[in-house]
Nanobody, 123 residues
């Protein structure tokens, strides 16, 4: 069993930045590909970014390319999402997730999920 805990969300104005963290526990973090997803009010959960077990392969949604950066520190069992140039469309609950096999971009492919952290961007 893997436990994931997100932190770093908050309220920012458009153009601002936030850095989200996801701390893992329970099993070897380096065995899992990790992803970030978000869910805005009235919308389905959508893919944001993902990173492979070693950190050598990364994927981003088109909507966040050039603005968001995913990274991981396996020794700390933590994955990060640096979010820059935020706009109101980025407002959502952000979730981190673990995939036991490989990097994927669909939520259904992930095995473990955190509780989410709220990101609100005001205009």
């Amino acid at each position: 069993q893997v436990q994931l805990v997100e932190s770093g969300g908050g309220l920012v104005q458009a153009g601002g930045s936030l850095r989200l963290s996801c701390a893992a526990s329970g099993r070897a973090f380096s065995n899992y590909a990790m992803g970030w997803f978000r869910q805005a009010p009235g919308k389905e959960r959508e893919f944001v970014a993902a990173i492979s077990r070693s950190g050598g392969s990364i994927s981003y949604a088109d909507s966040v390319k050039g603005r968001f950066t995913i990274s991981r520190e396996n020794a700390k069992m933590t994955v990060y999402l640096q979010m820059n140039s935020l706009n109101p469309e980025d407002t959502a609950v952000y979730y981190c997730a673990a995939n036991t096999v490989m990097l994927r971009v669909t939520a259904s492919a992930y095995d473990y999920w955190g509780q989410g952290t709220q990101v609100t961007v005001s205009s």
